[in-house]
């Protein structure tokens, strides 16, 4: 009997994996939850908790992006999330989409990974 072992690469993998991949959570702020009509808020924020929790298990680089907080038009990301992530700075934007945003594009840039899983209001 021939046994074969192959150990896939986790940075050149097409799945996910921790070694190739980050979390990237935009705009989880109350203003923003609580206009989603879709689902419970509850299980939005239990979602979005886990997610926060795994990428922090797997030690996955995160960046954490909020709209308009410094200008006083937004309260910040919710705190079951920063409670989790309470080392993880929010990248404070002023415009809507993110990716309008320099100091954005320059964190996803930071990370140099190929997979970015995205969770955003």
Do not use: C
């Not at 991949?21 to 989880?28: L, T």
């Not at 298990?57 to 919710?78: A, D, H, K």
């Amino acid at each position: 009997m021939t046994s074969f072992t192959h150990r896939r690469d986790p940075v050149g993998d097409h799945l996910l994996t921790p070694q190739n991949a980050a979390v990237i959570i935009i705009d989880f702020q109350p203003v923003q939850v609580s206009s989603i009509a879709s689902r419970l808020k509850r299980e939005l924020v239990a979602n979005i908790t886990a997610l926060a929790r795994i990428a922090k298990l797997y030690e996955m680089p995160i960046i954490l992006s909020t709209v308009n907080v410094q200008t006083g038009r937004n309260q910040p990301t919710i705190h079951q999330i920063t409670d989790v992530l309470s080392d993880v700075k929010p990248i404070d934007r002023t415009s809507i989409n993110a990716w309008e945003d320099e100091d954005f594009n320059r964190a996803v840039k930071a990370v140099d990974r190929n997979k970015l899983i995205m969770a955003a209001l």
